[in-house]
């Protein structure tokens, strides 16, 4: 190996490390830490981010990734070092863009500007949260000045966090799947409704937190490389491949949502404990992007966790836990109640077959903000009209509506979409593993994990970042990410459970 | 304030920021790290390490601390600002004497040298720890060989513990106290052994840990500021003035050591959480010595929380959460088995008449060993000699006898004086509080600890490093530390008990 490759190695790796403190302190603040540990918590994020933000983009880092560039050029693209220096290149590229003052402006005004979104929503009142979401989308369009210009200037945004996809890649994909969702929403409109009031009783918070984790084990997440912790928000978070940590939380009106949500985040930590432990303190350790690893985490929580087979094998014993919630309820009868499609306000509520709505409606808008073609004064009246144009619902106050998701508050413009990418992924990849897997519909119904685990991670999980999002998808399932599968799985599930 | 200072500030700052970062990754790695994560968590210490100390000994700093030195000369030395160029040029002096180099290979000593201590202490083997001990001696020599030449070479260990004391002080506070404690446990050993079966039973581990956090509490521990987790072995950290954690464990056969662990941790808790909040992020934060911070802990353990006063209060509470352990139990005799004296083979389980001997025996075994007046081989004899001498038992094995502390196996030769100098310290405050606060024990007995804390806090929590300890003690007591109010403490106590 190249004693320049081995030099920068060395940097990159205190680099993750300090990446990877970063994320324990991160962690901490939200499972652990006492009300007033905030501020100094602060700084010292800050202060991590600072000095790893140095190390990264230090002239020596420059020349050392500059000197290797030429020395790989040539070199087998799919070897590992060739990836590492391709990957390493790329953030480095993207980093020394940015300047430090700005970095230091964008946190005094998404911090002015989550405070403010936490009020105006409280009080379900969009003019205080108005000015805020302007300077943020200042910033955000300031951002993107860093950058060269790309074919549309939300390129940019979306290439943080899905390498390579371009949002023509992205509207291409929704736009033949939207009107395909919202037909599919009639026709189920017209049935009558799936019976679910027994999945809002009253269940016990540790016993359901103990079949969670009863489930996540089966499935394959290994608690000796991870651990659940309860927070305000549930996240999954990596430390090293090896400390691969999930979050859960417990609403009493709708208790099942922790059982669900601990198998989204496994289905994430899956991923990250599947890396190659080869790219340990590399920029190649994690999920390739938002797209991929949310493709994971629903693939566990939705084609497995809210599978007919899934339940054949764990609803006896879920109901011996509760049985006096789940009287009467049929194995029918409960799968149907956990796959109840019906339009709502709430994005993080929403069920299967109206999600991609709630993601198509703000990839629009935030195109349009970024474009300028829309004034955020009227950002709430679109929404609603949008709201009532894909779902056929009307939030009742913008809490319900526009103030719903934190993100913008932080300037997260540009990632919403990956959630529904992740949906079409997990669809495009389930085919293909039923192809490779002819019985794993019959695994399921046993509870075996193991083979389904077993493709995940010698098809995606290995490779880490080593492949872009849409070449990894080609590679295993040989086309682009498309719709197609998932509308077909939508069709097939709905139809059942509807009689459509 | 000058340009200089404010620099040095931000450097330090940022290295606290740091050092902070450190911390609460070693508490993640006790309380909540999956088995495997040990690996990982251990480069990321390095690292973060390993660029603190490139920050702190940067020739910038060292530029800035020279010439504030000058800028500092003849200023009032009684200022925080003075007190903070004192306290980083002694820090600075120190760390650049210490090469990187042989910081590394101590770290690949030690943690050899730990493993084979592990080895040995299971087997009871000294002859598996005796080669490591050797190398971490030979080190220890190396260390103060960095140091200008001190009246006594373990000046230099002492030093890094108990800024500004010597060895000889050290020795002329423990040599006249050594023959009068032997003799109080030879009066006591004359007397009818209290009884104590009943502490011995089986007591719930969670209401244990629930009356320890109401006593906590009730101390004036703030959980705003703190919160309390369990760990293998106790401990006391802090992330800023504002987020200063305790942590306990439960041991099944002495179930109460947890409640007394958790008064111990909750003393050093509040003197961190009582240190001038102007101090976060300086070196001034934290407790002057570890000496003064046993004091804390030693007090509210031991003076607070094995006295009568105190069991007057909760006794009737705990007696209901536990009325069939303490049945037939008066609070008399609860109080004497709480303070029962017996000399016993372990350190960490000794009683209060009996400790400092456990520790008068180490410092004489440091001493001689840094002096090369003792060959590593002759250690287990020497060690079960003066245990016979001072305390008139013989462990069975080394497991029990030199093995029993992991502290030499990590280079750690040099502070457990330090302990036993906290519990002479802890009758010195105590015997001046009392004359400030006359109705002291009254006040304890109806639970009221606020004066007690507030004169703490007065005192000695709000000064963190501005003094050094014996400064302290001599500014708040009138007296530098000396062992007669321990004596007259321990006698008064123990009279009282066993009728002497």
Partial sequence: MSDKLDELKAILGEVADLGSAAAVLSWDQQANMPPAGGEARGQQLATLGKIAQQMATSEKVGKLIDDLKKEFEGADADSDDAAYVRVAARNYDKAVR??????AEQAVVTTKAFEAWVEAKGKSDFSIFRPHLEKVLDLVKKYISFFPPADHPYDTLLDD?????????????????????????????????????????????????????????????????????????PFQTTFSVNDVRITTRFEADKPLAMLFSTMHESGHAMYEQGVNPAYERTPLLGGTSLAVHESQSRMWENLVGRSMPFWEHFYPGFKKIFPSQ???????????????????????????ATYNMHIMLRLELEIAMVEGKVDIKDLPDLWNTKMQEYLGVTPPNDAQGVLQDVHWSYGAIGYFSTYALGNLVSAQLWEKINKDIPDLDDQIGKGKFDALLGWLREKIHQY????DPQD???????????????????TKKYSDIYGL
């Fill in 98 to 103: 940015v300047p430090p003052e700005f970095v």
């Fill in 161 to 233: 966090f899905e390498p390579g996809m371009k949002t023509s890649d992205v509207q291409d994909i929704f736009n033949p799947l939207r009107p395909k969702q919202v037909d599919l929403l009639k026709k189920i409109a017209k049935k009558p409704q799936v019976k679910d009031a027994f999945l809002y009783k009253k269940y016990n918070e540790k016993k359901l937190w103990d079949f969670g984790e009863e489930v996540a084990k089966a499935f394959g997440y290994d608690f000796n490389r991870g651990r659940q912790d309860k927070v305000p928000h």
């Fill in 326 to 352: 789940l009287d009467g309820v049929s194995l029918k009868a409960f799968y149907k109640a956990i796959n109840k499609v019906e339009p709502s306000f709430i994005r993080v509520n929403a069920d299967e």
């Fill in 464 to 467: 880490g970042h080593k492949y």
């Fill in 472 to 490: 990894l998808v080609q590679k295993v399932t040989g086309s682009r990410i498309n719709s197609a599968p998932y509308v077909r799985y939508l």
